[in-house]
Structure formats: structure tokens, C-alpha cells
């Protein structure tokens, strides 16, 4: 293998060990963005703003158990309403489905 092959070997293998990490900022910057507010770092909901909306407790692997993941990306898609007041604002168009996913993913561990 010449330098140039070498070169681009390590490059590729660099950004392909680096994405994980990459991506995990991005799911927790969207979280701190997005979720944080009513949610908490830690998801237990015990958020001024996470009281007032009625916010689950993400932690709660009982609460968990009610929705499949697919079910998780479609309320982050179209937001959450109670009597026809929103809970929690709709996604869909703000964060990209692979965004969506990943904070779908992150819920997930926080689950007890």
C-alpha cells in the first residue's frame, strides 16, 4: 500500500470510529434542546415545566413497556395533546427521522 492509500485508510477509519461519538452530541445537544426542559438531564419529568405539562417519568420501565418505539417516533412526529391542549410540541420538520430515532434510542435508557 502506498502513502496516499495509507492515508486514506486512516482517514476512513478515523471518521468511522469518530461517528458514534459525533452522533451522541447531537442526541444529547437535541435532548438539552428539545426534551431537557420538561424531561430533565435525567428524564424523571421533575422539571418546573415538566410538573406543570404532566411529564412521565422516563425512568419508570413500567411506563416504558406501554409504547413500542415505532409508537415513541410517532409522538415526538406529531406532538402530544390533552383535550385539545398541547402537551408536547410536534418534531416532524424540526429534527430529522434520524434524529427522532436517536432521541427515541436515549429514552430507552434511561428506563430502570
Known amino acids: ?18 461517528a458514534p461519538s459525533l452522533l451522541a452530541a447531537d442526541v444529547a445537544e437535541n435532548w438539552t434542546k428539545n426534551c431537557g426542559s420538561c424531561h430533565g438531564a435525567d ?3 421533575k422539571t418546573k415545566a415538566g410538573r406543570m405539562a404532566g411529564a412521565k417519568d422516563l425512568t419508570d420501565g413500567a411506563y416504558q413497556k406501554q ?27 424540526v429534527l430529522s ?3 427522532l430515532k436517536a432521541l427515541v434510542a436515549k429514552v430507552r435508557t434511561f428506563a430502570k
Do not use: H, W
Not at 495509507?6 to 469518530?18: G, K, N
Not at 415505532?70 to 418534531?91: H, N, S
Open 1 to 18: 500500500m502506498n502513502s496516499k492509500q495509507t492515508l486514506i485508510v486512516t482517514t476512513v477509519t478515523f471518521l468511522l470510529a469518530a
Open 43 to 45: 428524564g424523571t419529568g
Open 67 to 93: 409504547f413500542t418505539d415505532e409508537q415513541m417516533l410517532q409522538r415526538l412526529k406529531d406532538g402530544v395533546t390533552d383535550k385539545g391542549k398541547e402537551k408536547m410540541k410536534p418534531y416532524k420538520g
Open 97 to 99: 427521522d434520524d434524529e
